[in-house]
């Protein structure tokens, strides 16, 4: 009876130091700074970056024929009339508009070409990816401007077993190359429209929500 005791109350003092230990990490998780519900000035984003599976409109002018609507394939090229495997995945529009200018010269005197992404998925670094407790874990593309609260629409909030203030975000210094960890407040966010909890977010970021343990 007493061994049954003894190991109950192992495992209660090893919960309770586990719950300390993550409480402490969270702590020293630096806080981003907050982002009002609307931006008071609409900034433009960073030239967008063409990824898999988006949907381009190709416009040559005065050769309808060499015009045409694709889809970036998975291995980031596409076809399109007397162009065969053109890579695409990486370039901006104007990018990708220069370089088919370039290999239609072959065939059309100066042509003029324009590129417009009409369904867009962005590069997995223009995205935002909200993983663990959340009604439906997503990668969703970055719009300029786009918040904390803002992705948290987009997959339908926390799930009932939600531990929200114990979330982070992870984010890529694309200058340095180092990686950092934000402490997030979600549950504040959302369930006590604590506008100090929405945090301006950038492309690449990844939103963790962890369980709680009880």
Known sequence: MRSG?????LLIAGLAASTLSACASDGNRPQLPPASY????????????IGPLDQ????????????????VRPDGRITTPLI???????????MLAADMKAALGDYVKDPIVSVIVENFSGTYSQ???????????????YRANMTLLDAMIAVGGLNQ??????????????????QHEYRLQIADLLKKGDSSANVGLQPGDVIIIPESMF
Do not use: C
């Open 5 to 9: 005791v003894a190991v109950r109350s």
């Open 38 to 49: 609307v931006a008071s000035k609409e900034q433009p984003g960073e030239e967008y970056v």
């Open 56 to 71: 381009l409109n190709i416009f040559v002018w005065r050769n309808p024929e060499l015009s045409a609507k694709v889809q």
């Open 84 to 94: 065969n495997d053109m890579p695409a995945v990486g370039k901006t529009p104007s």
């Open 127 to 141: 995205q935002v990816r909200i993983i663990g407790a959340t009604e439906k874990p997503a990668s969703i593309p």
């Open 161 to 178: 077993y939600a531990a929200g203030n114990k979330a982070k975000l992870v984010r890529h210094d694309r200058k340095t190359g180092e």
